[in-house]
């Protein structure tokens, strides 16, 4: 079963930088399009970027754009994000999260069918 | 971007009680319409794809339907383990936005 693991999150100042990754395993990492969805605690879901299966053509939220930087490594089923420019309205639990894609009734259906446990990014002095 | 409501915001209710949520998407999005559950400190969970496939798993009291830009998830008799908050996402476009879940809460 495929399985998907966060790391990476903590404390750091406005301003500071810190890199995620999600290390996946279970599934063939390089066929799945990945995406980062971010919760503040008591708060809904928010979808902040998207990696294709090659890296290519990565999507942001403008909450985030010029600022993240969402890339894989294939070789190492590894999924990361990269936090420059931190403010504290980036404060949130992060989750990965793979993307299925199935034909159904009106085309190609995609929908997050695994997600990590999500890892806790705090920005604050 | 395509904006998602969702409502009521929460609502309580018995076990055995059927509960029906609402999902709005500011544009037409066929049926790219996914539901999610989530209890606290849990990732979210996938219920429901494609407004009314049911995933893998999940028991057979969820149900989605809909299409265009009104959607709903309904449980058909709610149980001890409902209680949590549900999520719809639209897939049609990016970004994937979410819609701002609605908790339900025992009543």
């Known amino acids: ?3 998907l693991v966060e790391s990476g999150g903590g404390l750091v100042q406005p301003g500071g ?7 996946a395993s ?3 990492f390089s066929s799945y399009w990945m995406h980062w969805v971010r919760q503040v605690p008591g708060k809904g879901l928010v979808w902040v970027s998207r990696i294709y299966i090659d890296g290519s053509s990565p999507n942001y939220a403008d909450s985030v754009k010029g600022r993240f930087t969402v890339s894989r490594d294939n070789a190492k ?7 420059n420019s931190l403010r504290a309205e980036d404060t949130a639990v992060y989750y990965c999260a793979r993307e299925q894609q199935e034909y159904c009734a009106s ?3 995609s929908y997050f069918d695994y997600w990590g446990q999500g890892t ?6 | 971007d395509m904006q998602m409501t969702q409502s009521p915001s929460s609502l309580s209710a018995s076990v055995g009680d059927r509960v029906t949520i609402t999902c709005r998407a500011s544009q037409n999005i066929n049926t790219y319409l996914n539901w999610y559950q989530q209890k606290p400190g849990k990732a979210p969970k996938l219920l429901i794809y494609g407004a009314s496939s049911l995933q893998s798993g999940v028991p057979s009291r969820f149900s989605g339907g809909g299409s265009g830009t009104d959607f709903t998830l309904t449980i058909s008799s709610l149980q001890p383990e409902d209680f949590a908050t549900y999520y719809c996402q639209q897939s049609y476009s990016t970004p994937r936005t ?8 025992i009543k």
Request: charged share 15%.
């Open chain 2, 98 to 105: 979410f819609g701002p879940g609605t908790k339900v809460e």
């Open chain 1, 1 to 3: 079963e495929a399985h």
């Open chain 1, 120 to 125: 806790l990014v705090t920005v604050s002095s």
């Open chain 1, 26 to 28: 279970g599934f063939t």
């Open chain 1, 17 to 23: 930088s810190l890199r995620l990754s999600c290390a």
């Open chain 1, 107 to 109: 085309g190609v259906c």
């Open chain 1, 77 to 83: 089923n590894t999924l990361y994000l990269e936090m």
